[in-house]
Protein backbone atom coordinates (compact mmCIF):
# COMPACT_ATOMS: atom_id res chain seq x y z
CA UNK A 1 0.00 0.00 0.00
CA UNK A 2 1.36 2.93 -0.87
CA UNK A 3 1.79 6.15 1.27
CA UNK A 4 -1.28 9.13 1.56
CA UNK A 5 -1.22 12.39 2.53
CA UNK A 6 -3.19 11.65 5.67
CA UNK A 7 -0.19 9.75 7.09
CA UNK A 8 1.78 12.65 7.30
CA UNK A 9 0.17 14.09 10.48
CA UNK A 10 -0.29 10.71 11.85
CA UNK A 11 3.90 10.47 11.73
CA UNK A 12 4.28 13.57 13.55
CA UNK A 13 1.86 12.56 16.27
CA UNK A 14 3.95 9.23 16.11
CA UNK A 15 7.05 10.75 16.69
CA UNK A 16 5.86 13.61 19.20
CA UNK A 17 4.52 9.87 21.41
CA UNK A 18 7.72 8.26 20.60
CA UNK A 19 9.73 11.47 21.76
CA UNK A 20 7.93 11.50 25.28
CA UNK A 21 8.19 7.62 26.19
CA UNK A 22 11.71 8.46 25.38
CA UNK A 23 11.35 10.70 27.85
CA UNK A 24 12.32 13.69 26.15
CA UNK A 25 11.83 17.21 27.09
CA UNK A 26 10.01 19.81 25.23
CA UNK A 27 13.09 21.23 23.08
CA UNK A 28 13.66 17.74 22.85
CA UNK A 29 10.56 17.02 21.90
CA UNK A 30 10.27 19.94 19.50
CA UNK A 31 13.67 19.76 17.70
CA UNK A 32 12.87 16.15 16.92
CA UNK A 33 9.35 17.10 15.35
CA UNK A 34 11.60 19.25 13.25
CA UNK A 35 13.76 17.11 11.99
CA UNK A 36 10.65 14.32 11.09
CA UNK A 37 8.98 17.82 9.42
CA UNK A 38 12.51 17.94 7.33
CA UNK A 39 12.43 14.50 6.72
CA UNK A 40 8.91 14.27 5.47
CA UNK A 41 9.60 16.51 2.84
CA UNK A 42 11.86 14.66 1.02
CA UNK A 43 10.74 10.97 1.14
CA UNK A 44 9.64 9.25 -1.88
CA UNK A 45 5.80 8.68 -2.49
CA UNK A 46 6.52 5.04 -3.83
CA UNK A 47 7.64 3.87 0.45
CA UNK A 48 5.13 2.54 1.70
CA UNK A 49 3.95 3.98 4.95
CA UNK A 50 5.68 1.43 7.33
CA UNK A 51 8.88 2.20 5.55
CA UNK A 52 8.87 5.96 6.33
CA UNK A 53 7.95 5.18 10.14
CA UNK A 54 10.44 3.07 10.32
CA UNK A 55 12.87 5.87 9.35
CA UNK A 56 11.42 8.29 11.41
CA UNK A 57 11.90 5.75 15.03
CA UNK A 58 15.02 5.51 13.57
CA UNK A 59 15.51 9.19 13.88
CA UNK A 60 13.71 9.25 17.42
CA UNK A 61 16.20 6.37 18.98
CA UNK A 62 19.20 7.83 17.46
CA UNK A 63 18.07 11.12 18.53
CA UNK A 64 17.08 10.92 22.09
CA UNK A 65 20.06 7.99 22.40
CA UNK A 66 17.06 5.16 23.51
CA UNK A 67 16.98 2.04 22.14
CA UNK A 68 13.74 1.03 22.85
CA UNK A 69 11.10 3.89 23.54
CA UNK A 70 8.25 1.29 23.81
CA UNK A 71 9.51 -1.18 26.24
CA UNK A 72 7.61 -0.62 29.18
CA UNK A 73 4.67 0.25 27.50
CA UNK A 74 5.42 -3.28 25.36
CA UNK A 75 6.12 -5.03 28.62
CA UNK A 76 2.74 -3.48 30.41
CA UNK A 77 0.23 -4.74 27.26
CA UNK A 78 2.22 -7.95 27.46
CA UNK A 79 1.50 -8.18 31.20
CA UNK A 80 -1.88 -6.98 30.75
CA UNK A 81 -2.54 -9.98 27.58
CA UNK A 82 -0.98 -13.12 29.89
CA UNK A 83 -3.46 -12.21 32.52
CA UNK A 84 -6.24 -12.90 29.98
CA UNK A 85 -4.54 -15.81 28.44
CA UNK A 86 -6.51 -18.85 30.77
CA UNK A 87 -9.64 -16.79 30.04
CA UNK A 88 -8.71 -17.01 26.31
CA UNK A 89 -8.08 -20.92 26.02
CA UNK A 90 -11.28 -21.37 28.12
CA UNK A 91 -13.12 -19.55 25.34
CA UNK A 92 -11.66 -21.70 22.69
CA UNK A 93 -12.21 -24.94 24.68
CA UNK A 94 -15.54 -24.41 25.51
CA UNK A 95 -15.85 -23.92 21.36
CA UNK A 96 -18.03 -25.52 19.32
CA UNK A 97 -15.44 -24.34 16.55
CA UNK A 98 -12.38 -23.75 18.03
CA UNK A 99 -10.40 -22.54 15.19
CA UNK A 100 -12.73 -20.43 14.00
CA UNK A 101 -12.99 -19.11 17.91
CA UNK A 102 -9.03 -18.91 17.95
CA UNK A 103 -8.82 -16.80 14.77
CA UNK A 104 -11.41 -14.55 15.76
CA UNK A 105 -9.13 -13.97 19.48
CA UNK A 106 -6.07 -13.63 17.50
CA UNK A 107 -7.67 -10.32 15.75
CA UNK A 108 -9.12 -9.16 18.67
CA UNK A 109 -5.88 -8.92 20.11
CA UNK A 110 -4.94 -6.91 16.81
CA UNK A 111 -6.19 -3.56 18.72
CA UNK A 112 -3.09 -3.81 20.87
CA UNK A 113 -1.30 -1.22 18.55
CA UNK A 114 0.45 1.99 20.28
CA UNK A 115 1.68 3.37 16.57
CA UNK A 116 -2.08 4.45 16.48
CA UNK A 117 -3.89 4.87 19.87
CA UNK A 118 -2.37 4.68 23.28
CA UNK A 119 -5.44 3.43 25.52
CA UNK A 120 -7.95 0.58 24.75
CA UNK A 121 -9.96 -1.40 26.19
CA UNK A 122 -9.15 -5.56 25.73
CA UNK A 123 -11.63 -7.50 26.76
CA UNK A 124 -14.08 -5.30 25.63
CA UNK A 125 -12.65 -5.85 22.22
CA UNK A 126 -12.55 -9.75 22.72
CA UNK A 127 -16.11 -9.59 23.51
CA UNK A 128 -16.75 -7.24 20.35
CA UNK A 129 -14.68 -9.06 17.73
CA UNK A 130 -16.25 -12.54 19.15
CA UNK A 131 -19.85 -11.21 18.15
CA UNK A 132 -18.82 -9.27 15.09
CA UNK A 133 -19.34 -9.77 11.94
CA UNK A 134 -16.17 -9.80 9.19
CA UNK A 135 -16.36 -7.01 6.34
CA UNK A 136 -13.84 -9.50 4.92
CA UNK A 137 -14.57 -12.75 5.15
CA UNK A 138 -11.76 -15.01 3.60
CA UNK A 139 -11.94 -17.58 5.74
CA UNK A 140 -13.46 -21.19 4.01
CA UNK A 141 -9.83 -20.20 1.95
CA UNK A 142 -8.31 -19.96 5.17
CA UNK A 143 -9.74 -23.31 6.80
CA UNK A 144 -8.89 -25.26 3.86
CA UNK A 145 -5.34 -23.83 3.02
CA UNK A 146 -4.80 -24.60 7.08
CA UNK A 147 -5.60 -28.26 5.60
CA UNK A 148 -2.78 -28.38 3.00
CA UNK A 149 -0.22 -26.45 4.47
CA UNK A 150 3.07 -28.60 5.81
CA UNK A 151 3.63 -25.60 7.62
CA UNK A 152 2.89 -21.63 8.48
CA UNK A 153 4.96 -18.69 8.53
CA UNK A 154 3.05 -16.54 10.84
CA UNK A 155 4.29 -12.89 10.67
CA UNK A 156 3.85 -11.11 14.08
CA UNK A 157 2.89 -7.77 15.00
CA UNK A 158 2.21 -6.47 18.47
CA UNK A 159 3.86 -6.96 22.46
CA UNK A 160 0.58 -8.66 24.58
CA UNK A 161 -1.44 -8.89 20.64
CA UNK A 162 1.91 -12.14 20.91
CA UNK A 163 -0.80 -13.98 23.76
CA UNK A 164 -3.62 -14.08 21.41
CA UNK A 165 -1.35 -15.72 18.90
CA UNK A 166 -0.09 -17.69 21.06
CA UNK A 167 -3.81 -19.09 21.54
CA UNK A 168 -4.13 -19.47 17.62
CA UNK A 169 -1.06 -20.96 16.95
CA UNK A 170 -2.21 -23.70 20.04
CA UNK A 171 -5.20 -24.72 18.03
CA UNK A 172 -3.26 -25.08 15.19
CA UNK A 173 -2.39 -28.71 14.70
CA UNK A 174 0.67 -27.53 12.53
CA UNK A 175 4.33 -26.60 12.82
CA UNK A 176 4.17 -22.59 13.01
CA UNK A 177 7.59 -20.43 12.32
CA UNK A 178 6.58 -17.35 14.36
CA UNK A 179 8.71 -14.35 12.91
CA UNK A 180 9.26 -11.08 15.29
CA UNK A 181 11.27 -8.12 14.34
CA UNK A 182 14.76 -7.92 14.11
CA UNK A 183 15.11 -4.85 16.27
CA UNK A 184 12.30 -2.40 18.72
CA UNK A 185 10.32 -0.60 16.52
CA UNK A 186 6.98 1.06 17.94
CA UNK A 187 5.60 -1.75 20.25
CA UNK A 188 6.37 -3.97 17.59
CA UNK A 189 7.03 -7.68 19.25
CA UNK A 190 10.69 -8.77 19.57
CA UNK A 191 12.42 -11.88 20.72
CA UNK A 192 11.88 -10.50 24.23
CA UNK A 193 8.62 -9.85 23.50
CA UNK A 194 7.58 -13.38 22.50
CA UNK A 195 9.55 -15.20 24.89
CA UNK A 196 8.24 -13.48 27.75
CA UNK A 197 4.33 -15.29 26.82
CA UNK A 198 6.13 -18.64 26.24
CA UNK A 199 5.52 -18.04 22.34
CA UNK A 200 8.82 -20.72 21.93
CA UNK A 201 7.06 -23.47 23.78
CA UNK A 202 4.13 -23.27 20.79
CA UNK A 203 6.30 -22.12 17.87
CA UNK A 204 9.85 -21.88 16.36
CA UNK A 205 10.54 -18.09 16.95
CA UNK A 206 12.81 -16.48 13.75
CA UNK A 207 13.79 -12.93 13.42
CA UNK A 208 13.01 -10.91 9.98
CA UNK A 209 16.10 -9.38 10.33
CA UNK A 210 14.70 -5.91 10.44
CA UNK A 211 13.54 -2.96 12.70
CA UNK A 212 10.37 -1.63 10.08
CA UNK A 213 7.05 -1.81 11.15
CA UNK A 214 4.92 -4.89 9.04
CA UNK A 215 7.80 -6.65 7.13
CA UNK A 216 9.64 -4.76 4.33
CA UNK A 217 11.55 -7.88 2.46
CA UNK A 218 14.08 -5.68 0.80
CA UNK A 219 14.90 -4.35 4.79
CA UNK A 220 14.79 -8.59 6.13
CA UNK A 221 17.86 -10.57 6.15
CA UNK A 222 18.40 -13.35 3.69
CA UNK A 223 17.59 -15.89 5.48
CA UNK A 224 14.12 -14.70 6.45
CA UNK A 225 13.76 -14.19 2.80
CA UNK A 226 14.36 -17.35 2.03
CA UNK A 227 11.83 -18.78 4.58
CA UNK A 228 9.33 -16.27 3.00
CA UNK A 229 9.82 -17.36 -0.08
CA UNK A 230 9.43 -21.55 0.58
CA UNK A 231 6.46 -20.78 3.10
CA UNK A 232 3.49 -22.55 2.02
CA UNK A 233 1.12 -20.46 3.51
CA UNK A 234 1.32 -17.08 5.70
CA UNK A 235 -0.50 -15.33 8.29
CA UNK A 236 0.31 -12.21 9.19
CA UNK A 237 -0.98 -9.81 11.27
CA UNK A 238 -2.24 -6.30 11.52
CA UNK A 239 -2.34 -3.17 9.55
CA UNK A 240 1.66 -2.56 8.76
CA UNK A 241 1.65 -6.43 7.25
CA UNK A 242 -1.14 -5.29 5.09
CA UNK A 243 0.38 -2.07 4.18
CA UNK A 244 3.97 -4.08 3.00
CA UNK A 245 2.85 -7.08 2.17
CA UNK A 246 -0.67 -6.23 0.46
CA UNK A 247 0.92 -6.94 -3.16
CA UNK A 248 2.69 -10.08 -2.00
CA UNK A 249 0.50 -13.17 -3.25
CA UNK A 250 -2.42 -15.91 -2.16
CA UNK A 251 -0.13 -17.63 0.00
CA UNK A 252 -0.68 -14.79 2.62
CA UNK A 253 -4.07 -14.29 4.77
CA UNK A 254 -4.27 -10.85 6.49
CA UNK A 255 -5.51 -11.14 9.95
CA UNK A 256 -6.44 -7.40 11.28
CA UNK A 257 -8.96 -4.99 12.71
CA UNK A 258 -9.06 -1.88 10.53
CA UNK A 259 -7.66 0.98 12.80
CA UNK A 260 -6.79 3.79 10.71
CA UNK A 261 -9.10 5.59 7.97
CA UNK A 262 -6.79 5.36 5.45
CA UNK A 263 -6.30 1.68 5.72
CA UNK A 264 -10.22 1.28 5.75
CA UNK A 265 -10.25 3.55 2.41
CA UNK A 266 -7.43 1.30 0.44
CA UNK A 267 -9.30 -1.98 1.86
CA UNK A 268 -12.57 -0.61 1.66
CA UNK A 269 -14.47 -1.59 4.67
CA UNK A 270 -14.91 1.17 7.42
CA UNK A 271 -12.64 1.58 10.52
CA UNK A 272 -13.52 -0.59 13.45
CA UNK A 273 -14.17 -3.62 10.52
CA UNK A 274 -12.52 -6.84 11.37
CA UNK A 275 -10.51 -8.78 8.09
CA UNK A 276 -9.52 -11.59 6.93
CA UNK A 277 -8.09 -11.40 3.50
CA UNK A 278 -6.55 -13.43 1.05
CA UNK A 279 -3.91 -11.75 -0.43
CA UNK B 1 -3.23 29.26 25.52
CA UNK B 2 0.84 28.87 24.23
CA UNK B 3 0.76 26.07 21.15
CA UNK B 4 1.64 22.96 22.48
CA UNK B 5 3.47 20.57 20.41
CA UNK B 6 -0.06 18.13 19.93
CA UNK B 7 -0.82 21.10 17.67
CA UNK B 8 1.39 20.16 15.16
CA UNK B 9 -0.12 16.73 13.80
CA UNK B 10 -2.98 18.67 13.71
CA UNK B 11 -1.98 22.01 11.67
CA UNK B 12 -0.71 19.46 9.29
CA UNK B 13 -4.21 17.85 9.26
CA UNK B 14 -6.12 21.09 9.07
CA UNK B 15 -3.92 22.50 5.55
CA UNK B 16 -4.37 19.24 4.02
CA UNK B 17 -8.66 19.42 4.36
CA UNK B 18 -8.24 22.86 3.64
CA UNK B 19 -6.28 21.84 0.33
CA UNK B 20 -8.89 19.35 -0.48
CA UNK B 21 -11.25 21.76 0.04
CA UNK B 22 -9.97 24.79 -2.26
CA UNK B 23 -9.66 21.68 -5.31
CA UNK B 24 -6.49 20.83 -4.99
CA UNK B 25 -4.58 17.50 -6.55
CA UNK B 26 -2.18 15.37 -4.90
CA UNK B 27 0.90 16.94 -6.13
CA UNK B 28 -0.62 20.47 -5.25
CA UNK B 29 -1.46 19.00 -1.81
CA UNK B 30 1.87 17.57 -1.08
CA UNK B 31 3.85 20.97 -1.58
CA UNK B 32 1.42 22.35 0.17
CA UNK B 33 1.95 20.59 3.33
CA UNK B 34 5.64 20.32 2.72
CA UNK B 35 5.16 24.33 2.90
CA UNK B 36 3.57 23.85 6.17
CA UNK B 37 6.21 21.75 7.48
CA UNK B 38 8.76 24.41 6.87
CA UNK B 39 6.61 27.28 7.72
CA UNK B 40 6.13 24.93 11.58
CA UNK B 41 9.95 24.71 12.02
CA UNK B 42 10.39 28.53 12.43
CA UNK B 43 7.69 29.60 14.61
CA UNK B 44 8.04 31.28 17.77
CA UNK B 45 6.40 29.30 20.90
CA UNK B 46 4.76 32.07 22.75
CA UNK B 47 2.53 31.98 18.98
CA UNK B 48 -0.82 31.11 19.66
CA UNK B 49 -2.09 28.17 18.07
CA UNK B 50 -4.84 30.05 16.31
CA UNK B 51 -2.01 32.38 15.40
CA UNK B 52 0.09 29.47 13.56
CA UNK B 53 -3.41 27.94 12.12
CA UNK B 54 -4.37 31.53 10.70
CA UNK B 55 -0.20 31.97 9.05
CA UNK B 56 -1.13 28.27 7.66
CA UNK B 57 -4.94 29.41 5.78
CA UNK B 58 -2.96 32.14 4.22
CA UNK B 59 -0.20 30.18 2.96
CA UNK B 60 -3.23 27.60 1.44
CA UNK B 61 -5.18 30.31 0.43
CA UNK B 62 -2.60 32.14 -1.40
CA UNK B 63 -0.42 28.79 -2.95
CA UNK B 64 -3.67 27.55 -4.04
CA UNK B 65 -5.26 31.06 -5.33
CA UNK B 66 -8.39 30.22 -3.30
CA UNK B 67 -9.93 33.07 -1.46
CA UNK B 68 -12.47 31.08 0.42
CA UNK B 69 -12.07 27.26 0.78
CA UNK B 70 -14.57 26.82 3.00
CA UNK B 71 -17.26 28.28 1.72
CA UNK B 72 -19.61 25.76 0.48
CA UNK B 73 -19.04 24.00 3.69
CA UNK B 74 -19.89 27.44 5.35
CA UNK B 75 -22.99 27.71 3.37
CA UNK B 76 -24.28 23.79 4.06
CA UNK B 77 -23.49 24.32 8.04
CA UNK B 78 -25.92 27.40 7.86
CA UNK B 79 -28.46 25.76 5.63
CA UNK B 80 -28.78 22.37 8.13
CA UNK B 81 -28.50 25.38 11.01
CA UNK B 82 -31.02 27.36 9.66
CA UNK B 83 -33.38 24.41 9.64
CA UNK B 84 -32.96 23.52 13.16
CA UNK B 85 -33.96 27.41 13.57
CA UNK B 86 -37.76 26.72 14.69
CA UNK B 87 -37.38 24.14 16.77
CA UNK B 88 -34.27 25.85 18.59
CA UNK B 89 -36.93 29.13 18.96
CA UNK B 90 -39.35 26.47 20.23
CA UNK B 91 -37.31 24.93 23.01
CA UNK B 92 -36.68 28.66 24.32
CA UNK B 93 -40.47 29.50 24.28
CA UNK B 94 -41.10 26.61 26.03
CA UNK B 95 -38.44 26.58 29.02
CA UNK B 96 -39.03 27.91 32.43
CA UNK B 97 -35.80 29.98 32.10
CA UNK B 98 -35.68 30.50 28.22
CA UNK B 99 -31.66 32.17 29.62
CA UNK B 100 -30.48 28.77 30.42
CA UNK B 101 -32.38 26.99 27.49
CA UNK B 102 -31.07 29.66 25.28
CA UNK B 103 -27.26 29.61 26.11
CA UNK B 104 -26.98 25.69 26.34
CA UNK B 105 -27.79 25.99 22.58
CA UNK B 106 -25.34 28.52 22.32
CA UNK B 107 -22.86 25.97 23.01
CA UNK B 108 -24.36 23.26 21.25
CA UNK B 109 -24.34 25.07 18.07
CA UNK B 110 -20.47 25.47 18.70
CA UNK B 111 -19.78 21.70 17.66
CA UNK B 112 -19.89 23.59 14.25
CA UNK B 113 -16.28 23.33 13.86
CA UNK B 114 -14.60 21.88 10.85
CA UNK B 115 -11.03 22.50 11.93
CA UNK B 116 -11.71 19.71 14.12
CA UNK B 117 -14.30 17.02 12.94
CA UNK B 118 -15.83 17.32 9.14
CA UNK B 119 -18.92 15.34 10.61
CA UNK B 120 -21.18 15.94 13.48
CA UNK B 121 -24.83 15.61 14.33
CA UNK B 122 -26.14 18.75 14.92
CA UNK B 123 -29.62 17.96 16.53
CA UNK B 124 -28.11 15.45 18.28
CA UNK B 125 -25.76 17.62 20.25
CA UNK B 126 -28.37 20.03 20.88
CA UNK B 127 -30.08 17.08 22.80
CA UNK B 128 -26.94 16.17 24.40
CA UNK B 129 -26.02 19.64 25.50
CA UNK B 130 -29.65 20.15 27.26
CA UNK B 131 -28.82 17.42 29.09
CA UNK B 132 -25.57 17.88 30.06
CA UNK B 133 -23.64 18.90 33.31
CA UNK B 134 -21.29 21.97 32.59
CA UNK B 135 -17.56 21.17 33.32
CA UNK B 136 -17.06 24.74 34.53
CA UNK B 137 -19.98 26.12 35.28
CA UNK B 138 -19.71 30.12 35.67
CA UNK B 139 -23.53 30.72 34.84
CA UNK B 140 -24.20 32.90 37.93
CA UNK B 141 -22.05 35.43 37.05
CA UNK B 142 -22.80 35.15 33.94
CA UNK B 143 -26.65 35.90 34.48
CA UNK B 144 -25.42 38.31 37.12
CA UNK B 145 -23.10 40.26 34.70
CA UNK B 146 -25.88 40.38 32.27
CA UNK B 147 -27.84 42.20 34.50
CA UNK B 148 -25.25 44.84 34.86
CA UNK B 149 -24.46 45.35 31.30
CA UNK B 150 -25.91 48.25 29.31
CA UNK B 151 -24.83 46.25 26.00
CA UNK B 152 -22.61 43.46 25.15
CA UNK B 153 -20.04 42.48 22.73
CA UNK B 154 -20.45 38.92 21.44
CA UNK B 155 -17.60 37.52 19.46
CA UNK B 156 -18.66 35.05 16.99
CA UNK B 157 -17.24 31.63 16.14
CA UNK B 158 -18.48 29.39 12.87
CA UNK B 159 -20.84 29.56 10.30
CA UNK B 160 -24.02 28.05 11.37
CA UNK B 161 -23.15 28.46 15.08
CA UNK B 162 -24.59 31.97 14.08
CA UNK B 163 -28.06 30.40 13.99
CA UNK B 164 -27.79 29.47 17.53
CA UNK B 165 -26.28 32.81 18.68
CA UNK B 166 -28.84 34.50 17.07
CA UNK B 167 -31.11 32.24 19.12
CA UNK B 168 -29.15 33.33 22.30
CA UNK B 169 -29.07 37.17 20.95
CA UNK B 170 -32.76 37.50 20.42
CA UNK B 171 -33.23 35.80 24.60
CA UNK B 172 -31.34 38.72 25.97
CA UNK B 173 -32.83 41.76 26.19
CA UNK B 174 -29.77 43.76 25.54
CA UNK B 175 -28.15 45.90 22.61
CA UNK B 176 -25.32 42.96 21.17
CA UNK B 177 -22.54 43.93 18.78
CA UNK B 178 -22.12 40.77 16.87
CA UNK B 179 -18.69 40.44 15.92
CA UNK B 180 -17.22 38.49 13.11
CA UNK B 181 -14.00 37.84 11.32
CA UNK B 182 -12.72 40.60 8.56
CA UNK B 183 -12.14 37.77 5.99
CA UNK B 184 -12.75 33.75 5.24
CA UNK B 185 -10.51 31.85 7.62
CA UNK B 186 -11.41 27.99 8.00
CA UNK B 187 -15.24 28.18 8.68
CA UNK B 188 -15.27 30.87 11.00
CA UNK B 189 -18.63 33.57 10.64
CA UNK B 190 -17.93 36.48 8.43
CA UNK B 191 -20.33 39.03 7.41
CA UNK B 192 -21.66 37.23 4.71
CA UNK B 193 -22.43 33.92 6.98
CA UNK B 194 -23.57 36.51 9.71
CA UNK B 195 -26.31 38.29 7.25
CA UNK B 196 -27.51 34.70 5.89
CA UNK B 197 -29.26 33.93 9.34
CA UNK B 198 -30.35 37.46 9.39
CA UNK B 199 -28.08 38.42 12.32
CA UNK B 200 -28.62 42.12 11.27
CA UNK B 201 -31.80 41.81 12.72
CA UNK B 202 -31.13 40.69 16.04
CA UNK B 203 -27.35 42.48 16.41
CA UNK B 204 -25.07 45.29 15.16
CA UNK B 205 -22.71 43.36 12.42
CA UNK B 206 -19.21 44.57 13.14
CA UNK B 207 -15.72 42.99 11.78
CA UNK B 208 -12.79 41.88 14.06
CA UNK B 209 -10.79 43.56 10.88
CA UNK B 210 -8.73 40.05 11.10
CA UNK B 211 -8.68 36.68 9.14
CA UNK B 212 -7.02 34.68 12.27
CA UNK B 213 -9.15 32.44 13.93
CA UNK B 214 -10.77 33.26 17.64
CA UNK B 215 -9.83 36.94 18.24
CA UNK B 216 -5.95 37.74 18.11
CA UNK B 217 -6.09 41.75 19.08
CA UNK B 218 -3.08 42.96 17.64
CA UNK B 219 -4.44 41.43 14.13
CA UNK B 220 -7.60 43.43 14.62
CA UNK B 221 -8.74 47.06 12.99
CA UNK B 222 -8.29 50.07 15.91
CA UNK B 223 -11.85 50.16 15.71
CA UNK B 224 -12.87 46.62 16.81
CA UNK B 225 -9.98 47.25 19.48
CA UNK B 226 -11.28 50.27 20.86
CA UNK B 227 -15.02 48.50 21.05
CA UNK B 228 -13.63 45.72 22.78
CA UNK B 229 -11.45 48.37 25.68
CA UNK B 230 -15.23 49.42 25.88
CA UNK B 231 -16.50 46.32 26.00
CA UNK B 232 -18.25 46.07 29.29
CA UNK B 233 -19.16 42.67 29.10
CA UNK B 234 -17.97 40.30 25.97
CA UNK B 235 -19.50 36.56 24.95
CA UNK B 236 -16.48 34.61 23.49
CA UNK B 237 -17.95 31.86 21.73
CA UNK B 238 -15.50 28.23 20.44
CA UNK B 239 -11.74 26.93 21.63
CA UNK B 240 -10.21 29.60 19.59
CA UNK B 241 -11.14 32.06 21.59
CA UNK B 242 -10.34 30.46 24.39
CA UNK B 243 -6.77 30.00 23.14
CA UNK B 244 -6.42 33.76 22.04
CA UNK B 245 -8.24 35.50 25.02
CA UNK B 246 -7.55 33.58 27.92
CA UNK B 247 -5.95 35.87 29.51
CA UNK B 248 -8.14 38.85 28.68
CA UNK B 249 -9.97 38.76 32.22
CA UNK B 250 -13.37 38.97 34.00
CA UNK B 251 -15.36 41.21 31.55
CA UNK B 252 -15.37 37.86 29.37
CA UNK B 253 -17.31 34.91 29.35
CA UNK B 254 -16.47 31.71 27.54
CA UNK B 255 -19.06 29.40 25.98
CA UNK B 256 -17.66 26.13 23.94
CA UNK B 257 -17.64 22.41 24.07
CA UNK B 258 -14.10 20.72 24.20
CA UNK B 259 -12.97 18.82 21.50
CA UNK B 260 -9.59 18.81 21.20
CA UNK B 261 -7.46 17.06 23.93
CA UNK B 262 -5.02 20.10 23.83
CA UNK B 263 -7.74 22.36 25.42
CA UNK B 264 -8.91 19.88 27.25
CA UNK B 265 -6.09 19.10 29.38
CA UNK B 266 -5.52 23.09 29.41
CA UNK B 267 -8.92 24.20 30.72
CA UNK B 268 -8.43 20.44 32.94
CA UNK B 269 -11.52 18.69 31.88
CA UNK B 270 -12.42 16.19 29.60
CA UNK B 271 -12.73 16.06 25.83
CA UNK B 272 -16.80 16.36 25.21
CA UNK B 273 -17.18 18.58 28.30
CA UNK B 274 -19.45 22.44 28.03
CA UNK B 275 -17.63 25.00 29.85
CA UNK B 276 -19.76 28.28 30.47
CA UNK B 277 -16.22 30.06 31.95
CA UNK B 278 -15.43 33.26 32.94
CA UNK B 279 -12.28 34.64 32.16
Redesign the interface.
Known amino acids: MKIY??C???F??QA?EAARMAGAD?PG??HL??QV??G??EIP?EMTPPEIAANIHRLVRHELGHKDPYREAKQNSTQQALALYPRLKALVAQSDDPLACATRLAIAGNIIDLGLKLTYDLWETVERVLKQSFAIDDRAAFRASLKQAPWILYLADNAGETVFDRVLIETLDLPVRYAVKGAPILNDATLEDALAVDLDRAATLISTGSDAPGTVLADCSEQFKEMFAQAPLIIAKGQANYETLSQAGSRLFFLLQIKCPVIARDVGVPVGSIVLKCG
Open positions: LDYPCLRLEQRLEMNLSL
